[in-house]
């Protein structure tokens, strides 16, 4: 059976998989690729049953009008010959495609093209033909005894006036063109099954038709397998490839490629991928840790023989489904500061620095102990708060709460042990028994943590105990109040989460949730461009990236339920664009009273 396909340099991944599926289909094939470059496709050159011709309207005209000339060329030079887009992937015998003497395509109700509103007279540019045969041009079969009506398909896809006509602008073309000449000239259609050989038997509407049974993918409405896969209308095949149903996408990456071996081999050859990235320093290295974390667990799954593999008994699919749940909490890092504190990342964020502050004023915190030091330590010390933080490792977080007079201590901690007995003794010398406040966020890890809450409950008597990473240590809070005989007082639901309790005897009311709006008295801020290019071209868009410092009494919110603007008026430039422009408003207050969220 002769096939041709039409397709550009940057389609050559996807004639690839049309190739390598029809080698492995029981189709006794030749194929013909008219290209806009044979050279492009030097790599494919030598596979079985497999052409290229350099189509040079593909250049001139574009790949949708050059169509019509490789439908010319093909029966001119091979006679009745099976038609193809090059984002097909064959899965079995396509004999079937083959009508003699007939053109044959498969029924296209136009269902899909919701931007058509008369289905009946779908060409703008002629209102009068009548839709009587609509079919989808993916898969056709063309029949010699049609020559001379391709040829003549071909002379009017020259006009840019014919063409124009008979296309849906924007929308659709080829398909569109070849059926109005099919329908003004009254050419008998053969339909083949498109449940078989067309893009309804394997997606509609975005939703999957097909089941997977042994080697073949199976269509839910027939029940009869599919003898290719049409990608018709997916602009990114290998991202639906990698979200597909696992055994439906398995087969078809499997037919439609060559040499699979391993697992695990296959995976080098991805990996092999990556390797661009690496070339310069990441702006988050956190995140090989979560591709290496994933990677484990997914060559876990991939090993070994699936349906012989028997998961009862284990307490989880995975193989360490603590390191999992803890990236699932895992927060990015960002640049954006609450109140001069770093948020993200390690730290907390806006919304759980504004509730520990309202925290330590609604339940009247004087005396804290907290482990981890850093930004909350600096939170607590301008609030006037007696804290003492004790730090398991060194870092600049350490640093910055000791450069900001903080009482910080770094106390080596193990998981078997805890914390240093004599470095924690150290550093509690000075440290009431009793405290209002012991703040748990650190050290890292889940069992790490929990060993630090029970050692440092042991150590003092506190009111109040404040947990962070409440939503992934839902085990730890658990585990410690059941220990320490502790009481819920409050929870707020965070990304992260964060839990309140208190010791038995202790009344407490939950910490009061703001209001959600009120009223804006003094809006003074400014407004400071840190960084911006050099230059920008007209017309095109630029990246800024601007500080916003509010120099009021009163809270902005950037998460309020319904934003306010603050209209500004004046701006003064304090610098030269080459280095970075800075602003600020001359005249900062709204000319009307405007109302806002009250939190940071």
């Not at 949730?513 to 050099?534: F, G, K, N, W």
């Amino acid at each position: 059976m002769k096939v041709i396909a039409i397709a550009t340099a940057d389609f050559l991944p996807y004639v690839r998989r049309l190739v390598l599926s029809l080698q492995k289909s029981s189709t006794d094939f030749d194929l013909t690729v008219y290209c806009d470059s044979a050279d492009a496709f030097a790599a494919l050159r030598n596979s079985k049953g497999c052409s290229f011709q350099t189509l040079s309207e593909i250049r001139s005209l574009g790949v949708k009008r050059a169509k019509f000339t490789a439908y010319a060329r093909a029966l001119a030079d091979y006679g009745d010959c099976v038609y193809l887009d090059a984002d097909i992937i064959a899965l079995g015998d396509l004999g079937g495609l083959s009508v003699p003497g007939r053109f044959a395509g498969c029924a296209d109700d136009l269902s899909a093209c919701t931007f058509i509103e008369d289905k009946r007279h779908p060409w703008p540019g002629d209102p009068s033909l009548v839709n009587e045969a609509y079919v989808n041009s993916g898969v056709l079969h063309l029949p010699l005894a049609l020559r001379d009506f391709f040829e003549h398909m071909r002379a009017l896809s020259l006009s840019d006036a014919s063409w124009e006509r008979h296309i849906f602008p924007g929308m659709l073309y080829d398909n569109h063109f070849l059926c109005a000449h099919l329908n003004r000239e009254k050419i008998p259609v053969a339909l083949l099954d498109e449940r078989r050989y067309n893009w309804q038997g394997f997606r509609q509407d975005g939703v999957l038709q097909v089941a997977r049974m042994g080697n073949a993918l199976i269509n839910r409405t027939s029940g009869e397998p599919l003898s290719l896969v049409h990608f018709a209308g997916v602009r990114d095949i290998d991202d639906l490839l990698c979200t597909l149903p696992v055994d439906v996408s398995s087969l078809l990456c499997e037919v439609s490629s060559e040499g699979v071996s391993s697992p695990r081999h296959e995976f080098t050859r991805f990996q092999a991928a990556l390797g661009k990235q690496f070339q310069a320093p990441l702006a988050d290295d956190f995140v090989m840790q979560v591709y290496q974390r994933f990677r484990h667990e997914l060559l876990q799954v991939a090993d070994g023989d699936w349906q012989q593999r028997d998961f009862c008994g284990k307490e989880s699919y995975l193989s360490d489904a603590s390191s999992m749940l803890s990236l699932a909490y895992s927060r990015p890092n960002t640049n954006t500061l609450w109140s001069g504190l770093k948020c993200g990342g390690a730290y907390l964020t806006g919304d759980e620095y504004n509730y520990l502050e309202r925290l330590l004023h609604h339940a009247n915190i004087r005396t804290a102990l907290e482990t981890g030091a850093g930004e909350t330590s600096l939170l607590l010390r301008r609030n006037d708060i007696d804290a003492v933080a004790l730090e398991a490792n060194q870092g600049p977080w350490l640093d910055r709460a000791l450069a900001a007079g903080c009482k910080a201590f770094h106390v080596p901690f193990s998981n078997e042990s805890g914390f240093d007995a004599e470095g924690l003794k150290a550093a509690l010398q000075d440290m009431p028994k009793q405290v209002d406040l012991v703040f748990i966020d650190s050290p890292i890890g889940s069992v790490a943590r929990r060993r630090a809450a029970s050692q440092i409950l042991r150590e003092v008597s506190a009111r109040f105990v404040l947990f962070h990473d409440a939503c992934r240590d839902a085990d730890n809070l658990f585990r410690v109040q059941a220990e320490h005989g502790l009481r819920l007082v409050d929870y707020y639901p965070s990304a992260r989460g964060m839990v309140l309790f208190a010791f038995d005897g202790i009344v407490q009311a939950p910490v009061p949730a703001e209001a959600l709006e009120v009223v804006l008295r003094d809006a003074t801020c400014a407004i400071s461009i840190l960084a911006c290019p050099d230059r920008a071209a007209v017309g095109a868009g630029i990246s800024l990236t601007v500080e916003l410092r509010n120099l009021s009494s009163q809270v902005f919110s950037s998460q309020a339920p319904r934003p306010r603007a603050l209209p500004i008026t004046g701006w003064t430039r304090t610098a030269q664009p080459s280095s970075g422009m800075a602003t600020e408003p001359r005249s900062p207050s709204p000319s009307t009273q405007a109302t806002w969220p009250r939190s940071r």
